[in-house]
């Protein structure tokens, strides 16, 4: 017989064995919350090392992130992405390649800097550069990628799109595509390791629909950025409609940065910048942060900008208006402001108009120019100004109180 307390005890610990089973239960959703609460800030090796990177570039990267004050503007993220993978061992455990002598060292080294790491995969046999892939190997990869100390895997589609092809209706190839997402979702989420995870698959079969419920705490919309006005204005303009799938824990992604590559003036890089931080995008810096000219720095470090991208509320924000080559995009912000860029797509100057009654505000605003840094005071009528070819004005509007 029990005696009473016993009991009692008896029935404690089986709401406590119950509680622990439902704890286990959660950390899938309470993972993706924890991880990316705000779109991911860090640096991806592709747009400007693609196959040329290997141990002593990420070390190099992790060490200018600080040096730079990019850590402290928010970047964590040392993301290695496509090449370094090597051959699997008999037992089918990857390894890299020479390129990478001691992944778990090399963790080891962006963790002392306050940094994290991040790696690439794909769910098909091959990666997009022909590298070993995780097909037929999630959970051994899943479960290597946590011993190394790696804390964010982006997981490339590539060669799984030819098996998606010969799986005779497009409703079969999309089963594949979604369960192969869900198998290292699953995988990674055994390891107990929070791990930051990016689909990139290029926004087939209307990602944004279904991929936050397959796991992802972020997803590429888009094919490949290039470091041109032409691909970020097709690119971030073509976004219109997507900012209701967003939100914490689960982002759209239009790309990794190409601010600071040489293929834009800085008035583009500026609108690159503001377009992303309106979008709520991840801020993936893309270019070699040991040679960063000032002005490269200063537009990747802007901290109102960032608080823009990083506002807590994780509201998208969307095109208002288009007209022409002027495009108005609003972001909602936490505090109550929004976000304003004033968009020209023309490659002259062209006079713009922010009409704040039209945009929500009932009565007279405060209006701060963000890239300017300057207040512009208490106004009552809408504010004309002139806006650079490619460029942006970008405001900080609240209401007058
Ligand atoms: C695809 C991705 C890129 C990059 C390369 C690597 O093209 O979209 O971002 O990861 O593969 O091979």
């Not at 002392?112 to 590298?131: D, E, F, H, R, V």
């Not at 759209?252 to 583009?268: A, H, Y």
Request: hydrophobic share 40%.
């Amino acid at each position: 017989m029990i005696p009473r307390a016993a009991g009692k005890f008896a029935t404690a610990a089986a709401w406590l064995a119950l509680f622990a089973l439902f704890a286990c239960a959660i950390p899938s959703r309470a993972q993706s919350q924890r991880v990316a609460a705000t779109p991911p800030m860090g640096w991806n090796s592709w747009n400007h090392f693609a196959a040329k990177v290997d141990d002593a570039t990420i070390r190099a990267q992790a060490d200018a992130m600080v040096s730079t004050g990019m850590r402290d503007a928010g970047y964590v993220y040392v993301n290695i992405d496509d090449t370094w993978e090597g051959q699997r061992d008999a037992q089918g455990f990857i390894h890299p390649n020479s390129k990478f002598p001691d992944m778990k060292a090399l963790a080891g080294y962006v963790h002392s800097k306050g940094l994290k790491l991040g790696i690439y995969s794909s769910p098909g046999p091959k990666t997009c550069a022909g590298y070993e892939g995780s097909y037929g190997h999630e959970q051994q990869d899943a479960e290597t990628y946590a011993s190394w100390g790696i804390d964010y895997l982006k997981y490339d589609l590539c060669s799984l799109h030819d098996r998606m092809e010969q799986a005779g209706s497009p409703e079969a190839a999309h089963q594949i595509m979604v369960d192969a997402y869900v198998k290292m979702r699953d995988a990674l989420r055994r390891t107990g390791r929070p791990i930051v995870y990016s689909f990139c698959q290029y926004g087939f079969d209307a990602v944004w629909r279904w991929g936050a419920q397959a796991g992802a705490n972020l997803w590429r919309t888009t094919g490949d950025i290039k470091d041109n006005y032409g691909r970020i204005a097709e690119i971030g303009f073509g976004q219109a409609g997507l900012a209701k799938f967003a939100g914490p824990g689960h982002w759209n992604d239009p790309d990794m940065l190409e601010v600071g590559n040489g293929g834009m003036t800085t008035e583009e890089y500026r609108t690159h910048m503001s377009l992303w931080a309106i979008l709520a995008a991840p801020l993936l810096a893309g270019n070699d942060l040991t040679r960063m000219t000032p002005q490269a720095l200063a537009l990747l470090t802007n901290r109102e900008v960032i608080a823009i991208d990083q506002d807590p509320a994780g509201k998208q924000g969307d095109r208002f208006s288009a007209e022409g080559p002027m495009e108005i995009w609003v972001r909602p912000l936490a505090d109550g402001s929004k976000a304003v860029g004033l968009f020209n797509r023309q490659d002259h100057p062209l006079d713009m108009q922010a009409d704040f009654h039209a945009l929500g505000f009932p009565g007279s605003v405060r209006v701060r120019d963000v890239w300017r840094a300057k207040d512009l005071g208490r106004m009552s009528a809408p504010y004309n100004v002139r806006v650079p070819g490619h460029g942006v004005v970008l405001l900080r509007v609240s209401s007058f109180r």
